[in-house]
């Protein structure tokens, strides 16, 4: 399985609701990395975690909570989102803990609407 | 200051034929990878090319080379023999040693391959 995979594709949520992204993969990969892209633009880090723990904050506002349940999962819960959040959220994946050489393996991402 | 710099927002090519794509970069990091990706308008990025800041050769595979010129601090990606499953945006990325996990995007150019 060389894969990383995303669901939903698409999430359309009110502000008021509470949510979840999830990410997989079965590669063995020991970081794990959330992505915001807006349209048009490149993609933004959010969070990283390497081994399981959380290694970089964006300074992402706290209605983004992220959660690494384990080497494999990692999710991204959202509550009290604003229309401005709309976007793709992309995850990936890597190798190793963070050496500069590894490749991140992107998933297709999920396409978020906040109403 | 900008730390990957794409200069072309779009460019157009006919099928068959071969497209330059530039992305200069700025670090005082000794090491650091580079990285090319393209994302077609499904969203997934695709990891294409690697390069090393110690790797002596130009990186290949298949039909992409990434033309690295260390001291022009540049790393261009070359896509020959176009096909229109070329057309999509490709990101230039650097990942310094400092900087652990995070991998940083130039703004992107789109590709337009016209039959």
């Known amino acids: 399985d060389t894969e990383v995979t995303q669901t939903p594709k698409h999430l359309v949520m009110g502000m008021t609701n509470k949510k979840s992204l999830k990410c997989e993969q079965h590669?063995?990969?020991?970081?794990m990395y959330w992505y915001k892209q807006k349209a048009k633009k490149p993609p933004e880090l959010m969070f990283v975690?390497?081994?399981?723990?959380?290694?970089i904050n964006e300074s992402v506002p706290s209605r983004f909570s992220p959660e690494c349940p384990n080497s494999s999962l990692l999710n991204l819960h959202l509550h009290a989102l604003q229309p401005e959040d709309s976007a793709l959220y992309l995850c990936?994946?890597?190798?190793?803990?963070?050496?500069?050489?590894?490749?991140?393996?992107f998933g297709p991402g999920t396409r978020l609407t906040v109403l | 200051a900008q730390k990957i710099t794409q200069t072309q927002p779009g460019m157009f090519v006919q099928e068959k034929e071969a497209v330059t794509l530039d992305c200069t970069y700025d670090?005082?990091?000794?090491?650091?990878?580079l990285f090319w990706y393209k994302q077609p308008s499904s969203g997934e990025m695709i990891f294409l090319i690697y390069?090393?800041?110690?790797?002596?050769q130009n990186a290949t595979e298949g039909r992409y080379s990434l033309n690295f010129q260390k001291a022009r601090k540049s790393a261009n990606l070359v896509i020959s023999a176009s096909q229109l499953g070329d057309s999509a945006m490709y990101f230039c990325?650097?990942?310094?040693?400092?900087?652990?996990?995070?991998?940083?995007f130039g703004g992107g150019t789109r590709v337009l391959v016209k039959p």
């Open positions: 990936a994946s890597s190798p190793l803990g963070g050496a500069y050489r590894d490749e991140q393996f």
């Open positions: 590669m063995g990969h020991r970081a």
């Open positions: 975690y390497s081994y399981e723990k959380l290694s």
């Open positions: 670090t005082s990091d000794p090491s650091y990878g």
């Open positions: 390069q090393g800041s110690y790797d002596q």
């Open positions: 990325a650097m990942r310094e040693k400092t900087a652990g996990n995070k991998l940083t």
